[in-house]
Every structure is written in C-alpha cells, then in structure tokens.
C-alpha cells in the first residue's frame, strides 16, 4: 500500500510539472506572458489521477460522476479504506477550452493593437468616425456611453498652388507700368503725373486744342478720383466735350451766357454718369480759354493758380466741408458732417462737397461748379493746375516759383511732383502748366 500511495502522488506531481509547461509553451505562443491572467487555478489534488485518466480514455467510457476509493491512515498507523466521492465533470476539457479561447481573444486584440495604429492615440484614446466630417475621441473602457467626447474636424486636403499663371504675370505688368510717372508735353502745356500709394491711379486731365476750329480757343482739365477710375475716365472723355456743345451756341455774346455753357457741361456730365449707376466720383477743375479771357471752373479740391509777372493768384476755392458756407448747405439739407483721423467728412465718407458722381451722397455732394473769369493781359504768365497732391504740401507761390526757375517746361513740373513726395504725400500728384502768351488776343 504504502508503494501504491508514492507512486500515486509521484504520477500527480509529474502530472502538474507537465501541465504547467504545457499551459507556458501556449502562452508563449499567444504572445501572453502572464501565467496568472491567463491560466485557472489546477484542479484539486484529490481528482488529479482520475483526471489524468480520464484523459487517457475515451469520454464516453466516463460516468458524470464516481466514487473512489481511497487508502487513508489513522493515528495508530494502521490503514483503513474511506470512500471520497470525486466529480469529473469534464473539467479537464472544460479548463482547456477556456484557456484557449482567452488566449485567442488576448492575442487578437493583441494583433489588432500592433497594426491598426489608426484605432489608438497614446495607447489610451481610441478614435472613432462620427460623421462624415468630424471623429470623435472616447477613452479606452469607457465605450461609447461618453457622451462628452470631443469632435475633431478633418485637416483639409492640401492646396496646391500652380508656379506659373499668366494672368498674374499681366496683372503684375500692368501695376509695374501703372506704378511710372509720365510726363506729356503738348502745345502751350506740360504735364507731370506720378501715382501715389493707392493700389489705381485716380487722376486724369483733359486737354482739346482748337476748339471749333479757332488756335486761340482751347480746354484744360485735372481731374482728382475716389471710389476708383470709372469716374475719372469719364470725366476726362465728356466733361470737355459737353461744354463745347454749349459753346457752339455762344458767339461773342455775353459772359452769362458763356458762364452757363460751362455750367450745364458739368451739370450733363455729372447726370450722363449717375445713370450708370456707379458709385465713384471725381473733382475737377478746368480752364476755359476764349476770346482773350480765360474762365476757371472747379468742383472740388483741385486747384487753378496764375502768375502775374511771377505772383501766385488762386483762381478756385476748394470744396470742401470746413468752409461755412458749404457745412451750412449740407447741414440744412438734411446731411451731417463726421470727424474721421482728424478730417470732416460727409457722412463720415467723402471730405470734399461737390464734384461729379458719387451716386450714394448726390443730394449733398452736388456737381455745380464756381466760375470765374479773368481777362489775359499782358502779365498773365502762365496757370498752374493740379490736383490736391500737390497742394497739400506746397503752397502757391512756391510753386509758381519753380515753373518761373524752370522755364515752363517738364522739369519744372516733374520736380513740383518730386517735392510734394519729399514731404510725405502720399497721394496721386498730377500737374500742369499752362502758356498763356499764345492766347491774349483782343475780345469780339
């Protein structure tokens, strides 16, 4: 008896060594290490050779249950035989099965962690779609209960901008050529024009010689632009044009009637170009040379100056809100003046009151001009006109100054647009000087 119990627990601890290795060699190949997460608690000691040969032979040879027999020993030392029942259930096969499968689920998961980078952010926030514009990020174990999980939106696709377009390249060309100063030199005037700061050139000027087949009679005009060139340009092409429409009417009549001519050009044009219904609008100022006189217009900020044997003697008067009379007339029309960065403004927008255009203020910002008329006499030298980039910053007698060093040509005209610059215009500059020696002649 006592050789049959050593070997039976000889043949049960063989059993357990060769268990646990073989439970350690499929964790090993699971890529699970942990014995004791993975592998149950062996069965007890008292069905272990029972077990071992349930193993042995085929499952069905096997009760659900049985009885065994079992050598037991008392105090005394002598041995007595005790019945113990043991219930084999299948536990064997029911252990193993267990074990496979939770090595197989840690090893896929385990698998799916390696590869699916995707599906982790910093091995404890997976990521999950949404929508189809939007992922949302939710902890790993809290599944998808969270409701307060944030939403990222996707990173746009990459946007790939082409090296080379033509249409740039001509854009780029036409501000170079817009960016150069020009100077023109006619007969009995020079001009000087030079851009400012401003992305479009917003001066122009109006010359016709000529006029109605008469080389005494002629037209001259600086036009000053805001809110872009479309009222510029038009200006420049009608603005002489209806005025001399007036004119055909007018022989050697009266000076009202002269007076009027003018003034219905600047009324027409001004109605011909509010119905195309652009918003933008220009100041200008124009000379009228007939019969020995000469008639200076302007609505606006640009400026009419002649010398008289080298004195400056302003022909205009600026439009513009800070004089009584042009504040009290918006005033009383219903209008009101805005301060901005230090200039009066109407309706807080446009810092001249009068000129031609500028469709979204007409009822205040009308297009009558201020006419006046002197006779050439043998001391009128020659007129400077330009717009409110020179005069800004060089005063009349200065300018008048420079014309007479530079002996009415474009130097002289150009060096008045350089000086403005020097001084921190920043403005569009446009000048031009005007002979009047070829045009005293004796009235009708």
């Given at each position: 008896?006592?050789?049959?119990?050593?070997?039976?627990?000889?043949?049960?601890?063989?059993?357990?060594?060769?268990?646990?290795?073989?439970?350690?060699?499929?964790?090993?190949?699971?890529?699970?290490?942990?014995?004791?997460?993975?592998?149950?608690?062996?069965?007890?000691?008292?069905?272990?050779?029972?077990?071992?040969?349930?193993?042995?032979?085929?499952?069905?040879?096997?009760?659900?249950?049985?009885?065994?027999?079992?050598?037991?020993?008392?105090?005394?030392?002598?041995?007595?035989?005790?019945?113990?029942?043991?219930?084999?259930?299948?536990?064997?096969?029911?252990?193993?099965?267990?074990?496979?499968?939770?090595?197989?689920?840690?090893?896929?998961?385990?698998?799916?962690?390696?590869?699916?980078?995707?599906?982790?952010?910093?091995?404890?926030?997976?990521?999950?779609?949404?929508?189809p514009d939007s992922l949302r990020i939710i902890k790993v174990g809290e599944g998808d209960q969270n409701n307060d999980a944030t939403n990222l939106k996707k990173r746009p696709g990459r946007l790939v901008v082409p090296q080379y377009c033509p249409k740039v390249e001509l854009a780029q060309e036409d501000r170079k050529l817009e960016n150069k100063e020009f100077e023109v030199q006619g007969r009995d005037f020079y001009l000087a024009s030079k851009k400012g700061r401003r992305e479009v050139m917003e001066d122009g000027y109006g010359v016709m010689i000529d006029i109605l087949g008469d080389a005494k009679q002629a037209f001259f005009a600086v036009i000053d632009g805001h809110g872009g060139r479309a009222a510029v340009d038009y200006v420049a092409e009608n603005l002489g044009k209806n005025i001399?429409?007036?004119?055909?009417?007018?022989?050697?009549?009266?000076?009202?009637?002269?007076?009027?001519?003018?003034?219905?050009?600047?009324?027409?044009?001004?109605?011909?170009?509010?119905?195309?219904?652009?918003?933008?609008?220009?100041?200008?100022?124009?000379?009228?040379?007939?019969?020995?006189?000469?008639?200076?217009?302007?609505?606006?900020?640009?400026?009419?100056?002649?010398?008289?044997?080298?004195?400056?003697?302003?022909?205009?008067?600026?439009?513009?809100?800070?004089?009584?009379?042009?504040?009290?007339?918006?005033?009383?029309?219903?209008?009101?003046?805005?301060?901005?960065?230090?200039?009066?403004?109407?309706?807080?927008?446009?810092?001249?009151?009068?000129?031609?255009?500028?469709?979204?203020?007409?009822?205040?910002?009308?297009?009558?001009?201020?006419?006046?008329?002197?006779?050439?006499?043998?001391?009128?030298?020659?007129?400077?006109?330009?717009?409110?980039?020179?005069?800004?910053?060089?005063?009349?007698?200065?300018?008048?100054?420079?014309?007479?060093?530079?002996?009415?040509?474009?130097?002289?005209?150009?060096?008045?647009?350089?000086?403005?610059?020097?001084?921190?215009?920043?403005?569009?500059?446009?000048?031009?000087?005007?002979?009047?020696?070829?045009?005293?002649?004796?009235?009708?």
């Amino acid at each position: 008896m006592n050789d049959l119990e050593d070997f039976r627990w000889g043949f049960s601890l063989i059993y357990l060594a060769l268990y646990f290795l073989r439970r350690l060699r499929k964790a090993i190949s699971m890529g699970s290490f942990s014995l004791t997460s993975s592998l149950p608690s062996p069965p007890p000691l008292s069905c272990t050779v029972s077990q071992f040969f349930h193993e042995e032979i085929k499952a069905p040879l096997i009760k659900e249950a049985s009885e065994t027999t079992v050598p037991v020993h008392d105090q005394e030392g002598n041995v007595s035989q005790q019945t113990q029942s043991c219930v084999m259930k299948r536990k064997g096969l029911h252990y193993e099965e267990k074990i496979m499968q939770e090595g197989t689920m840690a090893y896929e998961a385990h698998q799916k962690g390696l590869h699916d980078k995707s599906s982790r952010i910093n091995s404890d926030v997976l990521i999950k779609k949404s929508g189809p514009d939007s992922l949302r990020i939710i902890k790993v174990g809290e599944g998808d209960q969270n409701n307060d999980a944030t939403n990222l939106k996707k990173r746009p696709g990459r946007l790939v901008v082409p090296q080379y377009c033509p249409k740039v390249e001509l854009a780029q060309e036409d501000r170079k050529l817009e960016n150069k100063e020009f100077e023109v030199q006619g007969r009995d005037f020079y001009l000087a024009s030079k851009k400012g700061r401003r992305e479009v050139m917003e001066d122009g000027y109006g010359v016709m010689i000529d006029i109605l087949g008469d080389a005494k009679q002629a037209f001259f005009a600086v036009i000053d632009g805001h809110g872009g060139r479309a009222a510029v340009d038009y200006v420049a092409e009608n603005l002489g044009k209806n005025i001399v429409k007036g004119l055909q009417n007018v022989g050697c009549k009266g000076d009202g009637q002269l007076e009027q001519a003018i003034r219905g050009g600047y009324l027409d044009t001004d109605k011909e170009f509010l119905s195309q219904g652009v918003s933008s609008g220009a100041c200008a100022a124009t000379v009228l040379l007939k019969d020995g006189e000469l008639h200076a217009a302007n609505a606006g900020d640009c400026r009419v100056v002649l010398s008289r044997n080298g004195v400056a003697d302003v022909l205009t008067i600026d439009h513009r809100v800070n004089r009584e009379d042009e504040r009290l007339r918006i005033e009383n029309s219903g209008g009101f003046l805005h301060c901005r960065n230090g200039i009066w403004r109407v309706h807080g927008s446009i810092a001249v009151s009068r000129a031609i255009g500028d469709l979204h203020l007409k009822e205040w910002i009308i297009s009558e001009p201020e006419i006046k008329r002197v006779p050439l006499t043998s001391d009128c030298q020659f007129l400077i006109m330009a717009s409110d980039g020179l005069w800004d910053k060089v005063n009349e007698q200065e300018a008048v100054d420079i014309i007479l060093r530079g002996k009415n040509s474009t130097e002289s005209c150009k060096k008045l647009v350089d000086m403005s610059l020097s001084r921190g215009n920043i403005d569009d500059i446009t000048v031009m000087v005007i002979n009047l020696r070829s045009f005293a002649t004796n009235a009708c």
